[in-house]
């Protein structure tokens, strides 16, 4: 059974509520994307007064640094199973013959 938010500590309720209310971030050329625009985090943190600002911070950018690893796998088996896709139907199989003289 997946877990619910509700089944974390309060200080990583808070951090997954401030990492949704940030902007992301997208790369232009390759439509990669980068991550989360931590600039207004400040700014969330006085107006919804958030009062252990370090822990949270430090929540929301471990969970950051899960996402973007979680991501970075899924695209790297799309490559690989794209990369398959495209290679010529014999051309993964190899033959040796042993040869004694």
Same mark, same amino acid.
């Given at each position: ?29 390759s439509?990669?994307? %980068? ?6 985090? =400040?700014?969330?943190? $006085?107006?919804? !007064?958030?009062?252990n ?14 996402? %973007? ?6 695209? =790297?088996?799309?490559? $690989?199973?794209? !990369? ?17 003289g």
């Open positions: 059974m997946p877990l619910d938010t509700s089944d974390f500590p309060e200080d990583v309720q808070v951090a997954f509520f401030v990492f949704n209310m940030l902007s992301d971030v997208w790369d232009g050329m439509g990669s994307y %980068m991550g989360k625009n931590w600039a207004d985090t =400040d700014f969330i943190f $006085k107006i919804y !007064e958030i009062e600002q370090k822990l949270v911070f430090y929540f929301a950018k471990m969970y950051e640094r899960i996402l %973007m690893n979680h991501r970075a796998e899924e695209a =790297d088996k799309k490559r $690989k199973a794209s !990369e398959r896709k495209s290679k010529p139907s014999g051309s993964g199989k190899s033959y040796t013959h042993n040869v004694r």
